[in-house]
């Protein structure tokens, strides 16, 4: 694939990232994520004291433990399934961007399982490189505690703070500097690792290296990415949302259907797509368009009626994960051609890193013999 390794290269992510084998990788992540995150803030909430039929009528299936005061064990229960489903998108993200670098390579027959393979074997940096940049900051914190304790003491106390005092500054400065590597390194652990298949001390050097040359073409990069991602899964919701207006229009004809859809499909679209939620992800000023899409459902309904409304329901749940998917894959392409860009302009061609090796390596693996090269 031909970069032009610029800002250019962003506005490549919507296609990019709209690949069955990413958000399969992400999908996979949030299902088992949510699964985990449903069972234990319903078991939280039922610790507490609620009943599993009003923790339905009050959550239905978006559960949320946390704006309860609950007991510290329910509370636990919470923020480890929250955890838990962001360590398992965090991970995913090295997988998906390790698929768009075989991508970018041209070897587009790289699967998910190819990548779960390789997260397996490379996880250890994606968990380790952040919390090592945390110790760092919380050496400095404890060693200027320490200097600070001893600058109690009378009379020498004030000459050891201020003699070294530019020290002092300068290793604030420096902790400063290391806060912001901090939270690029959140962002771009997967990446690097996806890519580089660093070790824990090789993605924090990228880390800092990346945060010391590009941090205001972090900041610009990011306001293009950012509206393209917004801009990007809304055009995929409008155009789920179009086919399911449309769908809903044939089958709920007056001389089909008719109401019998209206409350199958209304009563699940109510249930999967809150209105609440939708208001908050897109904004009120779409509100509009949910009424538009979402057919209104009267709430009588017969007992096959009520089945049928679970299955369609369990489809639309389906239809949320992809989206949420995509926004992720989009995320994470968006990264790994950003991060590209920044390999590139310090010397490094990430494409042809090891590319020799991939070649002699197809070669054993089709049985040819290295010496008719």
């Not at 309860?68 to 064990?73: A, G």
Request: hydrophobic share 50%; net charge negative.
């Amino acid at each position: 694939m031909e970069l032009n390794y610029n800002i250019k290269d962003i506005l490549r992510a919507p296609r990019l990232a709209l690949s069955l084998t990413k958000i399969i990788i992400f999908a996979r992540a949030n299902i088992v994520g949510y699964c985990v995150y449903f069972v234990a803030n319903y078991l939280a909430l039922f610790l507490s004291g609620q009943s599993i039929l009003d923790i339905w009528n009050n959550h239905g299936i978006y559960p949320c433990a946390y704006i309860y005061e609950l007991p510290w064990y329910a509370s636990a229960l919470f923020w480890l399934s929250t955890s838990y489903w962001i360590l398992v998108i965090y991970g995913s993200m090295a997988s998906a961007s390790k698929v768009t670098y075989q991508e970018l390579k041209g070897d587009h027959f790289f699967s998910a399982g190819d990548a779960h393979k390789y997260l397996e074997k490379n996880w250890h940096p994606i968990i380790f490189a952040p919390f090592s940049i945390i110790a760092i900051l919380l050496f400095y914190v404890l060693i200027a505690s320490c200097f600070a304790l001893i600058g109690k003491i009378p009379w020498i106390g004030e000459f050891i703070f201020a003699i070294p005092y530019f020290i002092h500054l300068f290793g604030s400065v420096f902790a400063f500097f290391t806060f912001f590597v901090l939270i690029v390194s959140v962002i771009y652990t997967p990446i690097i690792v996806g890519t580089l298949k660093e070790d824990t001390m090789g993605t924090v050097f990228n880390s800092y290296m990346i945060s010391w040359r590009f941090p205001i073409h972090i900041a610009l990069y990011h306001l293009v990415l950012f509206p393209i991602i917004y801009l990007s899964q809304l055009v995929l919701m409008v155009s789920i949302l179009s086919g399911f207006k449309l769908l809903n229009s044939i089958f709920g004809n007056d001389l089909l259907m008719a109401e019998k859809l209206n409350n199958i499909v209304g009563q699940a679209a109510y249930s999967v797509w809150p209105k609440d939620l939708f208001s908050s992800i897109h904004g009120s000023y779409l509100t509009g368009f949910y009424d538009f899409f979402v057919p209104f459902s009267s709430g009588s309904m017969s007992g096959t009626e009520t089945v049928s409304s679970v299955i369609v329901g369990c489809f639309l749940l389906v239809i949320i994960v992809i989206w949420f998917s995509y926004c992720l894959s989009l995320f994470t392409v968006g990264e790994t051609l950003i991060f590209n860009i920044f390999k590139k302009r310090t010397g490094t061609d990430l494409l042809m890193i090891n590319h020799e090796q991939e070649i002699e390596n197809i070669k054993e693996n089709m049985g040819l013999d290295q010496s008719t090269d």
